[in-house]
T-cell receptor, first 115, second 111 residues
Framework: DTEVTQTPKHLVMGMTNKKSLKCEQH?????MYWYKQKAKKPPELMFV???????INESVPSRFSPECPNSSLLNLHLHALQPEDSALYLC??????????????FGPGTRLLVL | QKEVEQNSGPLSVPEGAIASLNCTYS??????FFWYRQYSGKSPELIMS????GDKEDGRFTAQLNKASQYVSLLIRDSQPSDSATYLC???????????FGRGTSLIVHP
């Protein structure tokens, strides 16, 4: 089973709203990721949790904040977003860490529209 | 200099033909290589992984890796219109769990 689940599938929010995206995997993977993808662009890494330790892409604005309650769950909290934050948000998890054969599996994504 | 390069396309092939997608990378310590297929509006789906030089076949898909020349390719035999998608190449350097993605190649298979 290589399933990563994400909720919600679609989200429309105003610039003053606070919302959260959720991601879950039950494959025992110890690395989980958030990506942002705009149309016709590759996924852009936002955050990585590996063994509950966070690594951040320094270009990600503070209106995005990740949370890893446990090794199977990953949340992305959204606050005061801008219209340019509208995108497909992808969660992924990967197999072994640092052993050379890490394989990423992506969830179905959350399509976010900021009005 | 981009670390992982792909021709953005579109690459257009007739149904039944072989589609050849190429990817080059700059980091010589790269160790693992992946091809993802992404339909418009959907998430990337892993279709092939390859770790050692040579060919790896899975159904209609063959991945080819040449570490000396720093390229990895994906061949799709008997292309079908349902293969029309963007194909992303991803590369991991040894000891890393954060892959680098190419910009993707758009493939169009026309009947």
């Amino acid at each position: 089973d290589t399933e990563v689940t994400q909720t919600p599938k679609h989200l429309v929010m105003g610039m003053t709203n606070k919302k959260s995206l959720k991601c879950e995997q039950h494959m025992g993977h110890r690395a989980m990721y958030w990506y942002k993808q705009k149309a016709k662009k590759p996924p852009e890494l936002m955050f990585v949790y590996s063994y509950e330790k966070l690594s951040i892409n320094e270009s990600v604005p503070s209106r995005f904040s990740p949370e890893c309650p446990n090794s199977s769950l990953l949340n992305l909290h959204l606050h005061a977003l801008q219209p340019e934050d509208s995108a497909l948000y992808l969660c992924a998890s990967s197999t072994s860490v640092g052993l050379g054969e890490e394989t990423q599996y992506f969830g179905p994504g959350t399509r976010l529209l900021v009005l | 200099q981009k670390e992982v390069e792909q021709n953005s396309g579109p690459l257009s092939v007739p149904e039944g033909a072989i589609a050849s997608l190429n990817c080059t990378y700059s980091d010589r310590v790269s160790q693992s290589f992946f091809w993802y297929r992404q339909y418009s509006g959907k998430s990337p789906e892993l279709i092939m992984s390859i770790y050692s030089n040579g060919d790896k076949e899975d159904g209609r898909f063959t991945a080819q890796l040449n570490k000396a020349s720093q390229y990895v390719s994906l061949l799709i035999r008997d292309s079908q219109p349902s293969d029309s998608a963007t194909y992303l190449c991803a590369v991991n350097r040894g000891g890393s769990y954060i892959p680098t993605f190419g910009r993707g190649t758009s493939l169009i298979v026309h009947p």
